[in-house]
């Protein structure tokens, strides 16, 4: 269990040196990983040309939700912050639910960016390189070497977050750069308008085909990375101006680099390719191939190094941030305390990133291509996805006089909506993918049980009362997955168009009942205390002149 004292001393260690430009580049060094490498092909083989717009509709998504967490995370500048706030409004069970989902989604990335380098390593044209991926998975020496890869990302978080923040910026200047330069190349090189009304048409697949492109093929996978900012809130100079510009700015300028690549490399493709039309691509290193068929080897080479630079800045940010997570989780009161432990020295909690490493190499093990762990870690975002409408809008309720840097106007429309599209991307999904999801989900509560159940009914029950939203949205969505559209894998019981509003309505009918739910709970009265005595103590501290108000919108 945890201690109080000793969390909230744990707490102080962590340094608080990163700015604006460096949460952004966090931002953006999360969102520009694995994803452009293989997201482009795999949404064109879904859906198409339609899948421009399945970036744009993905970008809506996390933009909407993100602004539901940009104000959680400036009322709370705590290190990993996505996993405390349902705790903040609804008690442990809904908090663990949301924690154990954010988690498994954030964790598993990092062995999807270990995976997707040497997916591309598998392309070189050497004997060695070409047995590390058989075209599913990768072999036992490709999983050695993204093993490799692993412990790279958290040898270099292990020494000081000063050091992380130096070379992800660096890192994320590179890939920013390589990403913009591979859609002028390919622009350039080739752009054949007619694979936009040909083969299928726009949509070949129909409307259906790009909604499951958001949901799996690395959309949702790419934007997930607005929240680790705010999983280092902890350490962010002045969060309540720093964090929401870093959140929606990483989010609009990921989405230019997305879209002009998907263009590009719809544009690309030879036309040779689309005997069998959008769905019978197949490519190992969809992006070099093409800068190849084209004579681009220079292209090819930068891509290939690339490979390396964007997968493992990402890894490394998320090394971080999943170790922020754990140290979260742990003083939720879900973990042993040696989990909440940071170095007072390097300002790095260690033992919760020697978890998140024993994990990932977990992760590794079990799903060893690059698409399987994209489709596991896009619908367990989603999940945690809707508890920041849900417990920001409930904290408006509970605590308003705690005080709010980045305060939405518009939010009573937002969080709602949020809600909406978090449910809909859950359902679009397809059964019975959301199913195994929402089952991984349920594997997490005997650790949740380990710690609760041995307390008094009496103290436990305001709990589970407050948390039984979630789990009752859990099942119901499950059932809805499973008796919903043909075109979303399920077995037809609901008609194609009726079964999205079938989805929002019941999005909303939670919605309103988790926001009735929540409860003045202890955690929230303990994270209370300690805002209070933080303020008091900025107080007595000399002041420089305010330079700047309260981000309203």
Avoid: C
Wanted: hydrophobic share 50%; net charge neutral.
């Amino acid at each position: 269990m945890s201690d109080p004292e000793s969390t909230t001393a744990s707490h102080q260690h962590y340094r608080r040196s990163l700015g604006t430009i460096s949460l952004t580049a966090v931002g953006l060094g999360s969102i520009i990983g694995s994803g452009w490498l293989f997201g482009a092909e795999r949404a064109a083989r879904l859906a198409g040309p339609a899948s421009i717009v399945a970036w744009v509709i993905g970008a809506a998504v996390a933009l909407t939700i993100a602004l539901t967490y940009s104000e959680l995370g400036s009322m709370f500048p705590k290190a990993g912050g996505m996993v405390r706030y349902g705790q903040y409004s609804h008690g442990s069970l809904a908090g663990y639910l949301a924690a154990w989902a954010n988690w498994i989604a954030i964790v598993s990335v990092i062995p999807g960016e270990a995976t997707a380098s040497v997916q591309y390593m598998s392309s070189w044209d050497f004997d060695w390189a070409k047995g590390l991926y058989d075209g599913r998975e990768l072999s036992v020496s490709g999983v050695a070497l993204a093993s490799v890869l692993l412990l790279v990302y958290f040898a270099l978080n292990w020494f000081a977050i000063t050091l992380f923040a130096k070379t992800n910026t660096a890192i994320t200047v590179f890939k920013i750069i390589v990403p913009t330069v591979t859609a002028g190349a390919l622009l350039l090189a080739h752009f054949d308008t007619k694979h936009f009304t040909d083969h299928g048409g726009f949509a070949p697949n129909g409307w259906s085909a790009v909604f499951t492109a958001v949901a799996v093929s690395g959309i949702v996978w790419a934007f997930n990375g607005f929240q680790s900012p705010l999983n280092l809130a902890g350490e962010a100079r002045d969060p309540g101006k720093s964090l929401p510009k870093a959140v929606i700015g990483s989010i609009l300028i990921a989405l230019v680099i997305y879209v002009a690549l998907q263009i590009a490399f719809l544009g690309a493709v030879p036309t040779a390719d689309l005997a069998n039309g959008w769905s019978g691509l197949g490519y190992t290193s969809p992006l070099a191939d093409l800068a190849v068929a084209w004579g681009l080897n220079w292209l090819a080479l930068l891509l290939y190094a690339d490979a390396f630079v964007s997968p493992s800045g990402t890894g490394m940010i998320y090394a971080a941030t999943t170790s922020r997570m754990i140290h979260g989780v742990q003083e939720n009161g879900h973990l042993p305390s040696v989990f909440g432990r940071v170095d007072p020295r390097t300002g790095i909690p260690r033992p919760a990133l020697v978890l998140n490493l024993v994990v990932a190499f977990g992760f590794l093990a079990v799903f060893r291509g690059w698409g399987s762990l994209a489709e596991i870690v896009s619908v367990a975002t989603v999940i945690s996805y809707i508890t920041g409408p849900v417990a920001v809008m409930a904290l408006r309720r509970l605590a308003p006089e705690l005080p709010r840097p980045v305060r939405l106007r518009a939010m009573p429309v937002i969080a709602p909506v949020a809600m909406i599209f978090g449910s809909l991307v859950l359902y679009w999904a397809r059964w019975p993918l959301t199913g195994k999801v929402i089952l991984l989900m349920a594997a997490g509560l005997p650790i949740w049980a380990w710690y609760e159940l041995r307390k008094p009914f009496a103290e436990l029950k305001p709990h589970l009362k407050a948390g039984a939203w979630m789990i009752a949205y859990l099942f119901v969505m499950a059932g809805v997955s499973w008796a919903g559209s043909a075109d979303f894998g399920g077995h037809g019981y609901l008609p194609e168009g009726w079964d999205l509003l079938f989805v929002a309505a019941i999005a909303l009918v939670f919605y309103a009942w988790g926001v009735r739910s929540a409860w003045a709970n202890p955690s929230l009265a303990a994270v209370k205390r300690e805002l209070t005595e933080t303020d008091g103590a900025a107080d007595q501290a000399p002041r420089a002149p305010e330079t700047g108000t309260a981000s309203r919108v």
